[in-house]
């Protein structure tokens, strides 16, 4: 069983980037958002938001469309059967992390172990 | 930026049944007007209730469509996740359906004093029956309860002339469908965060 770094190291930063996960956590609530429901529920700015789709979206994790509505252009984003299933993948492995770390004890280091106050005799 | 992702699936999973401001403050304010109605005397408490629900539905076709294109130019549009149902679950909907069928038409109106107790019967139902699911609405239950005692237990009738127990009851069901809508609306307010400008690098 890998460590605790070592589980940690294994997340993957692309969907573990706080912002990004916020944006699939919203998007794996639902079928699909649109960009204004994205911006203000992550609260990124316009350019922020837009940098981060596009990586999820090179990534295959989500798809954007656009198209127009009461003639006003709307992007509407949904998560790909990828997307899901990584988000999900995710976050069984923070729960993972979770228990592990609840689990494991703390290990002195040997500087630590050095630094024991051993009583005085009397 | 919040960061509370458990509040951010609970905007996205209601964000849609959220938006119901329109049904409830409209039926409530309607409610609160007939209470002034059947209170002063006047000949309009003599409307029926298929009145009622012909200029509900007039009213609410009108609110409802500003109120979503409101909710959408504001906060945004989501697509629900459909319902999963057990095929068990969705056996048990149809009989409860087809039972508040025979109820309605055959058995309650023989009960009732009268066709409003009818009408906030169903509305109480309706209102605690939809909340069977892991994000219920404390508000939408506590308003449901008020209005099944309304037109179960008619305490109102006992205690005082026919004239104001009608009154008293539009009163209490008018604020309470008022209270349904705005509660909707600010659970759905404070789940998302205050817009905030913020750089995240990644």
Not at chain 1, 83 to 90: A, M, V
Not at chain 1, 101 to 114: C, G, I, L, V, W
Not at chain 2, 152 to 157: G, M, N, S
Request: with cysteine.
């Amino acid at each position: 069983m890998a460590n605790l770094p070592q589980q940690i190291n294994e997340l993957d930063r692309l969907v573990h980037e706080p912002a990004r996960l916020a944006i699939l956590t919203v998007l794996s609530s639902c079928q699909g958002a649109d960009f204004v429901f994205l911006q203000r529920a992550t609260g990124l700015t316009n350019g922020n938001l837009s940098a981060h789709l596009s990586k999820l979206e090179d990534a295959s994790l989500i798809k954007i469309k656009k198209r127009f509505l009461d003639k006003k252009p709307q992007t509407l984003v949904s998560l790909t059967e990828t997307g899901r299933s990584q988000i999900t993948l995710h976050w069984f492995r923070l729960e993972e992390l979770r228990n592990a770390a609840a689990h494991s004890k703390p290990q002195k280091s040997s500087y630590e172990k050095r630094l024991v106050i051993e009583p005085a005799k009397s | 930026m919040t960061r509370d992702l458990g509040r951010l699936q609970f905007a996205a999973r209601n964000y849609t049944r959220l938006q119901k401001l329109p049904w409830a403050v409209v039926g409530g304010v309607m409610a609160l007007v007939g209470s002034i109605q059947w209170l002063s005397g006047a000949a309009a408490r003599n409307l029926t209730l298929s009145c009622f629900i012909f200029a509900y539905s007039l009213v609410y076709g009108v609110v409802s469509k500003r109120t979503a294109r409101f909710y959408a130019e504001r906060y945004g549009t989501v697509s629900a996740a459909p319902v999963q149902i057990s095929e068990f679950a969705g056996l048990l909907r149809t009989i409860g359906i087809m039972v508040l069928g025979v109820l309605l038409i055959f058995i309650i109106p023989a009960y009732f004093p009268s066709q409003v107790d009818t009408l906030w019967l169903v509305v109480g139902a309706c209102l605690i029956g939809a909340e069977f699911r892991r994000d219920f609405l404390v508000h939408r239950i506590t308003a449901g309860l008020v209005l099944l005692g309304l037109s179960i237990a008619p305490v109102l009738h006992w205690a005082s002339s026919e004239q104001l127990a009608h009154g008293l009851e539009l009163i209490v069901s008018g604020v309470a469908l008022v209270i349904v809508g705005l509660g909707d609306h600010w659970v759905l307010v404070h789940s998302l965060p205050s817009i905030e400008a913020e750089e995240s690098h990644g």
